[in-house]
């Protein structure tokens, strides 16, 4: 079946410009993850949703940052204002179940990568 | 907090030999989740095997299997018979089932390369 898809996959964008990345979870997968990845690092948490609702935003790095997840499906990742230290990969995964009870495997999406000129 | 420790940035291996891929970590939660992903260079992040805290068999996913030594919080991932595909980043990952119910916390990953 269909993974975790993302888009765009590629966005360059101007400083102080406002960014919009997409994920669209695997179908009935209730929780959905963000994480941001620097080159040769691992993934770091942004923040996650089960359902429609936010449950964790303590990684989102300043109020520059906001996700939302209206209808419990895809979700939408803002950075506004961008600055150059934006600049990474963000990626987004999604667990069949809902976060909080036994640690569910979390499937990644092909990511997308941000550059901020 | 939660914290993973992957000490080996690169390996080398010879293909058709198994290598251990150290990974320690560091929890308050008294029940959790290991993880372990590949990535290639192309980017993608594949799940590879998981281990859950109270499993009393160390968890194993065809020429993947966990080495999971509780008390000494290591979660050591072993690739037997290495192929020239095996040849990638591999992260540790965690996740605990209360105060950091949703957030995976990752290593910083360990370079392998196998040798013809």
């Known amino acids: 079946g269909a993974g975790v898809s993302q888009s765009p996959r590629y966005k360059v964008t101007k400083r102080g410009q406002d960014v919009a990345l997409r994920c669209d979870p695997i179908?009935?997968?209730?929780?959905l993850y963000w994480y941001r990845q620097a080159l040769g690092q691992g993934p770091e948490f942004l923040t996650y949703?089960?359902?429609?609702?936010?449950?964790?935003k303590s990684g989102l790095p300043n109020d520059r940052f906001s996700a939302e997840r209206p209808e419990g499906s895809i979700s939408t990742l803002t950075i506004q204002r961008t600055e150059q230290r934006d600049s990474a990969m963000y990626r987004c995964?999604?667990?069949?179940?809902?976060?909080?009870?036994?640690?569910?495997?979390?499937?990644f999406g092909p990511g997308t990568r941000l550059t901020v000129l | 907090a939660q914290k993973i420790t992957q000490t080996q940035p690169g390996m080398f291996v010879q293909e058709k030999e198994a290598v251990t891929l150290d990974c320690t970590y560091d929890?308050?939660?008294?029940?959790?989740?290991l993880f372990w992903y590949k990535q290639p260079s192309s980017g993608e992040m594949i799940f590879l095997i998981y281990q859950g805290s109270y499993d009393q068999q160390n968890a194993t996913e065809g020429r993947y299997s966990l080495n999971f030594q509780k008390a000494r919080k290591s979660a050591n991932l072993v690739i037997s018979a290495s192929q020239l595909g095996d040849s990638a980043m591999y992260f540790c990952a965690m996740r605990g089932d209360n105060t950091n119910a949703g957030k995976s916390t990752f290593g910083d990953g360990t370079t392998l390369t196998v040798k013809p």
């Open positions: 179908s009935g997968h209730v929780s």
């Open positions: 949703f089960n359902y429609e609702a936010q449950q964790d």
């Open positions: 995964a999604s667990s069949l179940r809902l976060a909080g009870g036994t640690p569910d495997t979390q499937y």
């Open positions: 929890t308050s939660d008294p029940s959790y989740g």
